[in-house]
């Protein structure tokens, strides 16, 4: 008998869905107020798979794809591989209509195996190796991203029949300030500064191959990105740039390719895209460069990965102790850590955190929730509200953790990356499996 059976009056006082800002909009609590994705209670996902677990709601990305589509129904939309890049997720986001961009052989090979048609394929990374070139072309990806003068020598030289290019420039648009204001950053490793001499030279030698096809430019502001005025900025500068490529060589760039970038919130009160306005703001920013430069409409794509998969992830944990310093911080250590979500320790990003097996009627306390790895950074989040009655055993669910968490794990002190399982109508199924030592000892050869 669960406590609400026991006091149904506290029902009342129980929330019966989190905050779809951060959570999967299908999250509830149930009727033993535990926590539910896509039907299926997060603590029984934990009984069965084990903890760590990512937990990935289906639903939660096929409707973030719909909503890029339905905002941008004229752009191309290219799932971002790197976000999350396994054989269900490629497969999920093609039959939503998006292209999907990847960024080595190893994210290629899984796109083709998830059944994406490779035309619809982007190749992309700032340092390709000749095997990955290869790989792309023997696949017929639809375009490469070039992004050195080296590149355009090795791929003049592969290529046998004919491969469409996207030349990749950095626009120079400081995300920090105002992009009106605050500009010239152009000193990155991604790409070539805009209206640069070397920009210049590598269209020169693209439009000197017969093979090569330079369709047109892409560009990539930043990350996490909430302010769509950037990307109407973008629009200005890249399409005075392609104007000016139609002036010195007499040829037109049909596509325009905005990158990714676009902010999620990871907690209650962050700053998130909104993509009415981006479309808008992108609308108007195109209606009015290319009337300026007499220039026609290119085809516009933009990159979402963060966007589609952050939200439908959530990372289960049980707790292992709850440690009260004196004179100090509570520490609820758990089973899991920076192996499966480095981000913390690498951005500095913060988290919320909930119990996930019951809905807590007591107070809270302030604690640090950390990981179970030898190492003092090692820590989930900090200044979290969870129950003073926690104790170890109970799950704890963490939320907006479908990015860059899966595709950044490592086996640090040999621990197996986490299985991803999905959910979705009330059913779960594994998509990884938890990696185990067997397979850490399968690629040590020994001595």
């Known amino acids: 008998m669960t406590l609400l059976e026991i006091f149904p009056s506290l029902k009342s006082g129980m929330p019966s869905r989190l905050d779809s800002a951060v959570w999967p909009r299908d999250t509830h609590y149930d009727d033993a107020g535990r926590i539910t994705i896509g039907g299926v209670a997060l603590a029984d996902i934990a009984d069965q798979y084990g903890t760590p677990t990512y937990v990935l709601d289906e639903r939660e990305v096929r409707e973030r794809c719909r909503a890029y589509r339905k905002a941008f129904p004229e752009a191309e939309i290219i799932y971002a591989g790197k976000a999350l890049m396994i054989r269900a997720v490629a497969h999920w986001v093609a039959q939503e209509g998006l292209s999907v961009d990847v960024c080595s052989s190893g994210e290629l090979a899984i796109a083709l195996a998830a059944g994406v048609p490779p035309q619809r394929i982007i190749m992309h990374g700032n340092g390709k190796s000749f095997d990955e070139l290869t790989a792309a072309i023997k696949a017929g990806v639809g375009r490469i991203v070039v992004d050195s003068l080296a590149e355009i020598t090795l791929l003049s030289a592969l290529v046998t029949d004919s491969q469409q290019v996207l030349l990749r420039l950095s626009p120079g648009i400081d995300v920090h300030g105002h992009p009106a204001v605050r500009t010239g950053v152009t000193d990155q490793k991604f790409g070539f500064p805009l209206g640069g001499d070397t920009a210049a030279e590598a269209v020169a ?134 192996s499966d979500n480095p981000r913390v320790a690498l951005y500095g990003a913060r988290y919320s955190v909930v119990v996930a097996n019951r809905h807590p009627t007591c107070a809270s306390m302030t604690a640090t929730v950390a990981g179970r790895f030898c190492e003092a950074g090692d820590i989930l989040a900090t200044d979290v509200q969870l129950p003073v009655d926690l104790r170890p055993g109970e799950v704890l669910a963490v939320p907006c953790t479908g990015a860059y968490h899966h595709s950044l794990a490592s086996s640090y002190n040999s621990v197996g990356r986490p299985p991803i399982v999905a959910v979705r109508h009330g059913q779960c199924r594994e998509l990884v499996r938890r990696e185990t030592v067997a397979d850490l000892m399968c690629r040590d050869i020994g001595w």
């Open 205 to 338: 030698r693209i439009l000197r191959q017969p093979k090569l096809n330079l369709v047109g430019f892409h560009c990539h502001l930043g990350s996490q990105i909430s302010d769509p005025d950037y990307y109407g900025e973008a629009v200005r500068r890249v399409v005075a740039e392609m104007a000016r490529v139609r002036q010195d060589h007499g040829h037109v760039l049909t596509e325009l390719d905005l990158g990714g970038g676009h902010a999620v919130a990871y907690r209650t009160g962050d700053g998130e895209m909104n993509l009415g306005d981006l479309a808008a703001i992108i609308e108007d920013a195109l209606d009015a460069a290319c009337a300026r430069q007499h220039f026609p409409r290119p085809q516009i794509a933009l990159e979402p990965g963060r966007a589609i998969v952050a939200h439908a992830g959530v990372t289960l944990y049980r707790v292992l102790s709850v440690k009260h310093i004196e004179g100090g911080h509570t520490y609820v250590t758990v089973d899991g850590g920076m």
